[in-house]
Every structure is written in structure tokens, then in C-alpha cells.
């Protein structure tokens, strides 16, 4: 999992950017040991041992400009999930912070696979079930508005949703009822696929400081200490 790329003279220290010099060196050594893939794919590359599934939150405008260059140097597959809200808000102001429409739809589908992060970003836990419905239909009516084909997968905003059991189970539910196929928080371990939850699928966090060796010891145990 993955937000912000900028080169290390651009980049603050802050976990939710990666510097694209350790992204290259990462992105390096995944060419070599690994075959990254699109959510909408998973299901037919069984046969493929080393698969990863490289997830860009957020939309950032800085993904443009520095994640999708590296995408096709090295020819490698990742998906960014878009919370149409900051979009929105993003084409009101003159910072470019976040992608426009326009961009997102242009992006070679041949290496960006697009995918859902919610409407609002807001979160998922502390809200009700319905008005989670109504914010992630908002989040697929802006896309399909704009004529970005997405894949029905969701990252959920902080990922947070909820778990008391009953809330959980009406969430899951609700989720299956929007049609989304996969949904993925946080939680730092290596997940397989098929998945053992497809709701509650885990990623790894790499942080702005990860050197090359934690890089390679979080897809070894998805965490640095067992
Ligand atoms: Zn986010």
C-alpha cells in the first residue's frame, strides 16, 4: 500500500509518501522476483507463484507525475483507488494535489487499473450502513459519469470499517448488494489469494523510511516484528 511519490528533494518525512528512489530500487527488485497484477485478474493467474498487487491510494496528482513514468520503465501493473470527493474539490482549486478526470481516464489501462475508495473518504466505521451505501454509489456514479472504467474493488478509507459482529455482517452485505467484489484495509500481513476474506483483505504499509532491506523483509512477513 502506497499514497504519495516524490523525489526525496520534494518529500517531507511523512509515512504516506514514498520517495520515487526507493520506489525504483523497490519497484527493481519486484521486476525481478515478482509479477504484479490487476485486481480484475487475480482470478485467472493461478498458475503464477510470485504474484503482487502493487495499491496507490487517494488519486494523488503526484502519481502522474512520478508513479506512472516508473510503471512504464519497468513494465509493471498497479491499481489506484479514487475517492471521487477530493477530485472533485481538487478540479475547484488551483493546487494540484489530486488527478482531474480527465487525467484518470487517460492513464494506459495497460498499466493502472482503476478502483474505488469511497465518495467522501470518510470513515467507513463511524458511519451508518446507509449512508455507507449512499457515499460508495456516489464513488462508482461519479466514475461511470466520467467514463472511467474501474474494477468494483474498495479500499477503505483509513482502512476502517466495521467490526462488531452484527454491524460488520449488515457492512458485508451491503457491500456484497453495491457489487463489490474485493475490499481491503490495512493490517500488515502477506494475504493469498483466493482470499480468506475478500472484505477484509490485508496490505502492507511501506513507510517513507523503508530501505531496501525492510522492503524486502515486509513482502518476506508483511511486518518487521513477528
Ligand atoms: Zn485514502
Known amino acids: 500500500m502506497y499514497h504519495q511519490v516524490l523525489p526525496k ?6 509515512n504516506l509518501i514514498v520517495t520515487t ?16 497484477l490487476f485486481f480484475k485478474e ?20 503526484n502519481n502522474l507525475e512520478y508513479l506512472v513514468p516508473l510503471l512504464e520503465k519497468y513494465q509493471l501493473k498497479a491499481t489506484i ?7 472533485q474539490n481538487g478540479m475547484q482549486s488551483h493546487e494540484r494535489n489530486f488527478m482531474n478526470f480527465t487525467e484518470i481516464k487517460s492513464l494506459n489501462p495497460e498499466l493502472i487499473e482503476i478502483a474505488l475508495h469511497s465518495h467522501s473518504h470518510r470513515n467507513y466505521s ?38 462488531e459482529k452484527d454491524k460488520k455482517r449488515a457492512f ?11 475490499a481491503l484495509r490495512i493490517g500488515n500481513e502477506i494475504e493469498s489469494y483466493p482470499w480468506k476474506n475478500k472484505f477484509e483483505i490485508k496490505r502492507i504499509d511501506i513507510k517513507y523510511g523503508d530501505n531496501i532491506n525492510i522492503f524486502k523483509w515486509k513482502l518476506k512477513l508483511g511486518k518487521l516484528k513477528l
Open 126 to 163: 463511524e458511519m451508518p450502513i446507509e449512508e455507507a451505501r449512499e457515499d460508495l454509489k456516489k464513488n462508482i456514479e461519479i466514475l461511470k459519469k466520467n467514463s472511467i472504467k474501474f474494477s468494483s474493488v474498495l479500499a477503505y478509507p483509513y482502512g476502517k470499517f466495521p467490526r
Open 172 to 182: 458485508f452485505k451491503m457491500l456484497e448488494e453495491s457489487e463489490i467484489t474485493a
Open 81 to 87: 483507488f479514487i475517492p471521487t470527493e477530493y477530485i
Open 9 to 14: 528533494e520534494l518529500a517531507p518525512k511523512d
Open 42 to 61: 487475480i482470478h485467472k493467474e493461478h498458475h503464477i507463484s510470485n504474484k503482487i498487487i502493487l495499491t496507490f491510494d487517494d488519486g494523488y496528482y
Open 21 to 36: 528512489e526507493n520506489l525504483e530500487e523497490q519497484f527493481i527488485y519486484i521486476k525481478n522476483n515478482f509479477t504484479t
